[in-house]
């Protein structure tokens, strides 16, 4: 059993029991208005899917930003727009926010730019039925921004938000994260030290599932080089392996000595080998020239590193520069590392989190929800504040197809969702 596995079974079992708490007599309210709004939320989601916010078109990231910035000080909210440097070719983040000092610190986690941008052929919504719609970043995740929106609203409109500190944080660029992440996630990073619980809203992964631990990414490049000879030299000892067996060596020895590790994946998305090697980082595109009868005297190869911790990112970095050092006859070998997202690992802080979410839906009818596998999650904005705050993810929509043109939305339980999101956040900032 993987050790994810028995500590959540643990958690159940044992851990975290709490009183049941049925719906009282203001959530009765909560939830009558979150039904009252629920036409409306949706004419909302449909009115901001239609607006383009590729993560590169940033005209549309901050028009978007604009339709929330006026509806969330419509419900009382401040709202601020943090510009990126030009060059790092980024829109910048909306933030909104009420500040109290009762209760816990919530901060609230979406963001604004979707994967299709302004020559994608999918763009507007359309729905296929009552329950269904085709929503270019509708699931992913402009669904979950409009969850937290009337979710607020709904508290807001019973005056339930007073004294409370809230941060709403929509990044303007989750998707193709800025750079450099010292400055492109400070804003988030330094809202997190100001919270007490951190939110995310991505896509949910099922009606009863939510995420307590996500895993971070890295990149990692592989660069080789080999004596360039005739062919029939190969394997001499004045010619050696060259570059492609030099290379091939490494991957197999990744994979040989590190792929049965648990919530560890390292993928090489991209292998180019020949006399000469050239990659474009914009474009990502490369070309290659080579002869069969001429050793291979340059490789390269490009991959992702996913890990469900730091300690596991660097042990395996660690152990892949050992078999990089390793190198065949007259070849040597680089390897370096880029940091993209940290970790998000299971805490006994998520874990509580999730038993308060859990008994929100037993009280609401529900059903009981469970912590969802992180190997079969990407990463998100919520780790990057993972180390300061308690946090849970997956609170979004529902639906299917992120990141593709056949990505739909759930309408039939946006209501649903809405509801337990508003019961939820009730519940936090009372305590």
């Known amino acids: 059993m993987r050790p994810y596995l028995l500590l959540y079974l643990l958690f159940w079992t044992f851990g975290y029991?709490?009183?049941?708490?049925?719906?009282?007599?203001?959530?009765?309210?909560?939830?009558?208005?979150?039904?009252?709004n629920n036409q409306e939320a949706i004419d909302f989601l449909e009115n901001v899917v239609n607006i383009n916010s590729g993560t590169l078109n940033l005209s549309g990231v901050?028009?978007?930003?604009?339709?929330?910035?006026?509806?969330?000080?419509?419900?009382?909210?401040?709202?601020?727009?943090?510009?990126?440097?030009?060059?790092?070719?980024?829109?910048g983040h909306l933030f909104a926010e009420t500040n109290g000092s009762k209760g816990n610190r919530l901060l609230l986690i979406g963001h604004l730019d979707?994967?299709?941008?302004?020559?994608?052929?999918?763009?507007?919504?359309?729905?296929v039925n009552d329950s269904i719609a085709k929503a270019p970043g509708g699931n992913d995740m402009k669904g979950g921004n409009v969850i937290i929106l009337y979710a607020l609203k709904a508290l807001q409109e019973h005056g339930l938000l007073k004294n409370a500190q809230i941060i709403v944080a929509f990044t303007g660029d989750e998707e193709s994260?800025?750079?450099?992440?010292?400055?492109?996630?400070?804003?988030?990073?330094d809202a997190a030290k100001r919270s007490d619980i951190a939110?995310?809203?991505?896509?949910?992964?099922?009606?009863?599932?939510?995420?307590?631990?996500?895993?971070g990414a890295s990149g990692w490049q592989l660069e080789i080089e080999g004596k360039r000879a005739h062919s029939s030299g190969i394997f001499s000892d004045r010619v050696g392996a060259g570059a492609v067996f030099e290379m091939s060596r490494i991957l197999h020895e990744f994979y040989r000595q590190l792929s049965e590790e648990d919530l560890l994946t390292f993928n090489?998305?991209?292998?180019?080998?020949?006399?000469?090697?050239?990659?474009?980082e914009k474009t990502s595109r490369g070309d290659v020239y080579g002869k069969s009868n001429?050793?291979?005297?340059?490789?390269?190869?490009?991959?992702?590193l996913r890990f469900i911790s730091e300690a596991q990112k660097e042990n395996a970095r660690a152990r892949m520069s050992e078999i990089v050092a390793a190198s065949l006859p007259h070849t040597s070998a680089t390897i370096s590392f880029t940091d993209s997202y940290p970790a998000m690992p299971p805490s006994e802080g998520n874990l509580a989190l999730l038993n308060k979410l859990n008994q929100v839906s037993l009280d609401l009818d529900q059903g009981k929800v469970l912590a969802?596998?992180?190997?079969?999650?990407?990463?998100?904005?919520?780790?990057?504040?993972?180390?300061?705050?308690?946090?849970?993810?997956?609170?979004?929509?529902?639906?299917?197809?992120?990141?593709?043109?056949?990505?739909?939305?759930?309408?039939?339980?946006?209501?649903?969702?809405?509801?337990?999101?508003?019961?939820?956040?009730?519940r936090l900032i009372k305590e």
């Not at 709490?18 to 979150?34: D, F, G, P, W």
């Not at 419900?75 to 990126?84: H, N, P, S």
């Not at 994260?177 to 990073?189: Q, V, Y």
Request: charged share 25%; net charge neutral.
């Open 17 to 36: 029991t709490a009183l049941s708490q049925k719906i009282n007599r203001t959530e009765r309210k909560i939830i009558n208005t979150v039904e009252k």
């Open 372 to 426: 969802y596998d992180p190997g079969k999650r990407g990463a998100a904005d919520t780790s990057f504040v993972a180390a300061y705050v308690d946090c849970l993810d997956g609170l979004g929509t529902m639906g299917s197809g992120a990141h593709t043109p056949e990505e739909t939305v759930n309408l039939k339980s946006f209501e649903a969702l809405t509801k337990r999101a508003a019961v939820y956040i009730y």
């Open 268 to 280: 090489p998305g991209l292998v180019m080998g020949g006399t000469f090697v050239g990659f474009d």
């Open 199 to 215: 939110l995310g809203f991505e896509t949910s992964t099922g009606f009863n599932y939510a995420t307590v631990a996500r895993r």
């Open 177 to 189: 994260t800025g750079k450099p992440l010292e400055l492109s996630r400070k804003d988030l990073i």
């Open 114 to 127: 979707t994967v299709f941008e302004e020559d994608s052929p999918f763009q507007r919504f359309e729905k």
């Open 294 to 304: 001429v050793v291979a005297q340059t490789a390269l190869a490009k991959g992702g």
């Open 62 to 91: 901050r028009e978007t930003a604009v339709v929330f910035s006026d509806a969330f000080s419509a419900i009382g909210f401040q709202t601020r727009w943090i510009e990126m440097p030009e060059e790092m070719n980024r829109a």
